[in-house]
C-alpha cells in the first residue's frame, strides 16, 4: 500500500507492506538510519521520533497508520547545520558512549523541553524513563539535558 | 502464525461496524498498538485485517456528561493525564494511566486498548473498577453496557464478541466529597508491570462509610475485594482496626500465583498491607462533600 508522509519538512511517499512498521520505513524506506531499532518491542526507546509533535516508539507503529503524519527523526533535529542545543549538550557533557541510544534519547530530551521548559532532574528522569542506557550510568544524559535547557532558556 | 493482510482505516463508525461483522475477515481492532503490534505476530489462524479506529473522531472524545464522564475507546492514555475534568473530578484515573510504561507508549496507548488487552495488572483498570466504570461495547446488532466488574473473562480475555468493539469507558461522577487512591507495587518507577495494584475509593452516604476496593496482579482478571466493602459499608469512620480487618478481606479474596515477579505470598501480604494503609490515608481526604 502506499503511504505519504512529511518527514522532516520533506513530503516522502512510499509503497509499504501492511505490517511494515514505522522504524523500518523510516531507516530502510526513507533511507534514515539515524534512528535506532534496539528492542523492536517498545522496551527501550532508541527508535523515538516525533510524530505530530509527539514522542512515540517507532516500532510500534504501522507504516500503514503514518499516513498524512508529521515525523521528525534525529536527521531533522540540526538547523542548517547548526546542533541543536540538545545535541550540543550531549557533545559538551560527554553523554555519547557507544551512541546507540543517543538519538532516541536526543529526541526524548526535545520533547521532554518542549513540554517543560525548565525540568527539575526528577522530571527530566521521568521525561527520559522511557529511555535505556547501557554505557553512560544516565548522569551525564541529564547533565546534558539541563545544561540544553539552560541553554534554550538564554535563546528566548 | 498470523501476518496481516490489510490495514483498512475507516473515518466513520459506519464504515467500521460491517467490517468487524465480515465472517469472510479475521479482523482486529487496531488503536494505540502497543499491545497488538507485540501480539499477532504469534497468534494462530488467518491473516489479519487491521482495521485503525483512531481515525474515528467521536472514539477519541472526552465527553462529561451530566451524570459522568464518557471516555472513548481510542483516547490516548497521554490525553487523560493531561485532561483537566479528570484531574478535577476523577484523578485516580490519571494517578493509573501515568504509571503506565512510559512517555512515548503513553503518546500511542488507548485508554481502550489497555482495557481489551485484559491483563490482570492493567493500571488503568484497577482504578476504572473502584471508579464504577461501565464498558459501552458496540456492534452492528447496537450497542450495550456492562459494568466493569463483568467485562473480564480471565487473563486477555473479555466479553467483546468478534463482532464487537470496544466503544467507550463511561464513569459516573462520584459522590461529592469521595476520594480515591490507585498505588502499584513494581521494581521500576516506570516501563514495568504492577506486581500487585490496588485502588481504593471512600465516600460518605447517609449511612455512613461506603467503599470500592480493586485488587490488580493477584488473580485472574482485576477484581473487586467485596467482603471487605461490605464490612465497611455503613461504618461510622475509618478506625485502625476496621483498616485492618479490610485489609485481611481483601487479602483472603485474591488468588496470586509465584512468577518472576513476585511470589504468591508476597502479592498476599502486599494485598493486606496495601489496602489497610490506603484505607487510612483515603479516609483523611474525604470530606462530606458539603460547600
Not at chain 2, 125 to 143: D, Q
Not at chain 2, 144 to 158: C, D, M, N, Q
Request: hydrophobic share 45%; proline share 5%; charged share 20%.
Amino acid at each position: 500500500m502506499e503511504v505519504a508522509l512529511l518527514v522532516n519538512e520533506e513530503e516522502v511517499t512510499l509503497r509499504v507492506a501492511p505490517d511494515a512498521l514505522l522504524i523500518d520505513t523510516l531507516r530502510e524506506g526513507v533511507g534514515l538510519t539515524g534512528s535506532k531499532k534496539g528492542c523492536a518491542t517498545g522496551d527501550c526507546g532508541a527508535c523515538t521520533v516525533l510524530m505530530d509533535g509527539l514522542p512515540v516508539t517507532s516500532c510500534l507503529v504501522l507504516s500503514a497508520t503514518a499516513q498524512g503524519k508529521e515525523i521528525v527523526t534525529i536527521e531533522g533535529l540540526a538547523a542548517d547545520g547548526r546542533l541543536h542545543p540538545v545535541q550540543q549538550g550531549f557533545v559538551d557533557f560527554g553523554a555519547v558512549q557507544c551512541g546507540y541510544c543517543t538519538p532516541g534519547m536526543v529526541m526524548m530530551a526535545t520533547a521532554v523541553l518542549a513540554d517543560e521548559p525548565h525540568p527539575t532532574e526528577a522530571q527530566i528522569r521521568a521525561g527520559l524513563a522511557g529511555n535505556l542506557c547501557r554505557c553512560t550510568g544516565y548522569s551525564k544524559i541529564i547533565a546534558a539535558v539541563d545544561a540544553a535547557a539552560l541553554m534554550m532558556g538564554e535563546q528566548e | 502464525m498470523a501476518s496481516i493482510l490489510e490495514v483498512i482505516r475507516p473515518t466513520e463508525l459506519d464504515t467500521l461496524l460491517p467490517i468487524l461483522g465480515d465472517p469472510e475477515r479475521n479482523t482486529r481492532v487496531l488503536a494505540g498498538g502497543t499491545d497488538l503490534l507485540l501480539k499477532y505476530p504469534h497468534e494462530a489462524g488467518a491473516d489479519l485485517t487491521i482495521v485503525d479506529i483512531t481515525g474515528i473522531a467521536s472514539l477519541a472524545e472526552i465527553v462529561a456528561e451530566e451524570d459522568g464522564l464518557r471516555i472513548g475507546a481510542a483516547v490516548r492514555l497521554a490525553d487523560i493525564i493531561a485532561s483537566e475534568t479528570v484531574a478535577e473530578r476523577l484523578p485516580v484515573l490519571a494517578e493509573g494511566c501515568v504509571v503506565v510504561a512510559g512517555p512515548q507508549i503513553r503518546n500511542l496507548a488507548t485508554l481502550g486498548g489497555n482495557v481489551c488487552n485484559a491483563s490482570p495488572s492493567a493500571d488503568t483498570v484497577t482504578p476504572l473498577l473502584v471508579l464504577g466504570a461501565e464498558a459501552r461495547i458496540r456492534s452492528a446488532r447496537g450497542l450495550r453496557s456492562a459494568p466493569l466488574t463483568e467485562f473480564f473473562v480471565g487473563p486477555g480475555r473479555t466479553i467483546v464478541e468478534p463482532d464487537e468493539f470496544l466503544e467507550a469507558l463511561w464513569i459516573p461522577w462520584p459522590v461529592a466529597g469521595a476520594a480515591a487512591s490507585y498505588t502499584k507495587v513494581s521494581p521500576r518507577r516506570a516501563m514495568d508491570l504492577a506486581v500487585v495494584g490496588v485502588a481504593v475509593a471512600l465516600w460518605r452516604e447517609q449511612a455512613g462509610l461506603q467503599a470500592r476496593i480493586a485488587l490488580g496482579a493477584v488473580a485472574p482478571t482485576p477484581l473487586r475485594a467485596v467482603a471487605a466493602e461490605e464490612l465497611i459499608a455503613g461504618a461510622a469512620g475509618m478506625t485502625a482496626d476496621l483498616a485492618m480487618q479490610a485489609g485481611i478481606l481483601a487479602a483472603a479474596a485474591v488468588s496470586p500465583i509465584d512468577d518472576v515477579r513476585g511470589s504468591a505470598r508476597y502479592r498476599k501480604n502486599m494485598v493486606e498491607r496495601l489496602t489497610t494503609r490506603s484505607l487510612t490515608e483515603v479516609h483523611g481526604r474525604i470530606s462530606d462533600g458539603v460547600v
